[in-house]
C-alpha cells in the first residue's frame, strides 16, 4: 500500500481527550464466484476459502482499517485494535 503519513488526535473537552469522534465501520466482503462455490462445496478450510476469495479481490477487515487510516479517518492503534493480519 506504500507510505503515506499517519495522524493522531490531540483530544478535547468533546471528545474526553481521547483524539477519537463518532464511529466508522470497517467491512470485510467476499466476492461469490465459482470457485468459491466449489470450495465450499468440497469443504475446503476457511484459510483456504479467504486465500482463494483474497485473489479475486475480497475486502479484509485490515485493508478496509488500512484505507481508514490512509484517509486520516483512524489511527494506527485502531487499526491494530480491530483487525487481525491478512
Do not use: H, W
Request: glycine share 10%; with cysteine; proline share 3%.
Amino acid at each position: 500500500m506504500g507510505t503515506f503519513p499517519c495522524f493522531q488526535g490531540k483530544g478535547c473537552q468533546a471528545c474526553n481527550n481521547t483524539g477519537y469522534r463518532g464511529r466508522v465501520a470497517i467491512y470485510e466482503g467476499r466476492p461469490l464466484s465459482e470457485q468459491i462455490r466449489e470450495l465450499t462445496l468440497v469443504s475446503a478450510s476457511a484459510p483456504e476459502i479467504k486465500r482463494e476469495a483474497m485473489k479475486l479481490g475480497m475486502m479484509t477487515l485490515r485493508r478496509s482499517a488500512i484505507i481508514k487510516l490512509k484517509e486520516g479517518i483512524t489511527t494506527v492503534e485502531e487499526v491494530i485494535r480491530t483487525s487481525s493480519r491478512d
